[in-house]
């Protein structure tokens, strides 16, 4: 997805909605939640899923996760504290909710502006999706 | 001592056969015809279902930008809204 935004700089903005669908995937994504506390949400969010498969069979991933905080070189106390303390699933539940209202069954699911694009899709066909878009944008409005 | 049964045991005619054969056919094929019917419906829900979900939604997505992370200039034309799970 990184490769087709960097394509349009400037003109797309990308949003995440994290899509939490097992204990495992909340709590790493309490973690990013809460690297972004310390300002480093999306080194972490990479992380994450470059380094996916040291973590994502880990019952409780904590401990695994703040290895990669350590890397990262987070403040590792404080973000275990705010994982801990649970204050970012209020906003996990949010964005879960928000994904049921727009029947998101799976992950990834993108829109790109309304066009809904469901599962992992080559970044060729993104870009397309992308440029047709912003042609409509740009097209004069009757 | 218990009297002989003189009734003998009837053999189907060639005709009733016939007949019979006829029938066994026409309910395999209407089994075939149901069996297909069923499938058609099966895919055309499945298709209908698809369709629903990638069709267009433009008064729901409005708004639900706030307090999420981002990348790229705020107000931009286009707007990529990914729903992702690490795991």
Redesign the interface.
Known sequence: MEGALKRFEGKVQFVLYPFVLNSRSEVATEAALCAGEQGRFWDFHRLLFRRQAQWSHIVNPLDRLLEFATDLHLDTAALASCVKSDRMLKLIKADLAYGASLQVQSTPTLFVNNERIIGARPEVELVRVIQQELTRAQRPTP | MAKKSRSRERTPSMRQQRQEAERRRGRRRRGMLLGGLVLVLVVGIGLTVRY???????I??QG??D?????????????????????
């Not at chain 2, 307090?67 to 795991?87: I, R």
């Open positions: 629903v979900q990638q069709r267009n939604l433009p729901r997505l639900a930008v307090n999420h992370y981002t990348l790229g200039p705020p107000g931009a034309a286009v707007v990529v809204k990914e729903f992702s799970d690490y795991t």
